[in-house]
T-cell receptor
């Protein structure tokens, strides 16, 4: 398997649930990213990990908690989400944080009831 | 305020003709620019990039032009094919500072190529 894989592809959860989004990359990259895409808005960067260390948190609420156990895996733990958190969540990776193209997964479509 | 703007939400072109997608940016510190293509239910796919030291980069049917003085870049697709129908995102980044490598995206332009 190659590229960036995200699971699940679709997730419906209540506001009191706890769930996790998973991202796995098989490209040998050292940097991984979480983005949020809401309707009619540009992709918004949420978190950046470089060599398994979080290097950026883009003013994201604490109900989103990322985890990067190794350079190939990235998680986004969700708890007590709000309806406005319904969006497409995209994971990406790149060789490093210099000017390199980022490679994206197909995203998780999240709906909060 | 948006740092990367794609002012045309949609564009319709006849097959075989040229498609020109435009993008404007406001931050003069950006030094790397990319175009991504996105089909429904898929993630964005990297298409082509350009460094600020160049004003043109070509890859097959795709050419990106950069006008730094105008803070404007464009993507030309020649000839356009029905399979090019997708949403195209412009993105920009800078290679230094605390936000090194972070991509700032435009809202996208939906291209429809009619047979």
């Amino acid at each position: 398997e190659t590229g960036v894989t995200q699971t699940p592809r679709h997730l419906v959860m209540g506001m009191t649930n706890k769930k996790s989004l998973k991202c796995e990359q098989h490209l040998g990259h050292n940097a991984m990213y979480w983005y949020k895409q809401s309707a009619k808005k540009p992709l918004e960067l949420m978190f950046v990990y470089s060599l398994e260390e979080r290097v950026e948190n883009n003013s994201v609420p604490s109900r989103f908690s990322p985890e990067c156990p190794n350079s190939s895996h990235l998680f986004l733990h969700l708890h007590t989400l709000q309806p406005e958190d319904s969006a497409l969540y995209l994971c990406a990776s790149s060789h490093d944080r210099s000017n390199q193209p980022q490679h994206f997964g197909d995203g998780t479509r999240l709906s909060i009831l | 305020d948006q740092q990367v703007k794609q002012n045309s939400p949609s564009l319709s072109v006849q097959e075989g003709r040229i498609s020109i997608l435009n993008c404007d940016y406001t931050n003069s510190m950006f030094d790397y620019f990319l175009w991504y293509k996105k089909y429904p239910a898929e993630g964005p796919t990297f298409l082509i990039s350009i460094s600020s030291i160049k004003d043109k980069n070509e890859d097959g049917r795709f050419t990106v032009f950069l006008n730094k003085s105008a803070k404007h870049l464009s993507l030309h697709i020649v000839p356009s094919q029905p399979g090019d129908s997708a949403v195209y995102f412009c993105a920009a980044s800078r290679n230094y500072g605390g936000s090194q490598g972070n991509l700032i995206f435009g809202k996208g332009t939906k291209l429809s190529v009619k047979p």
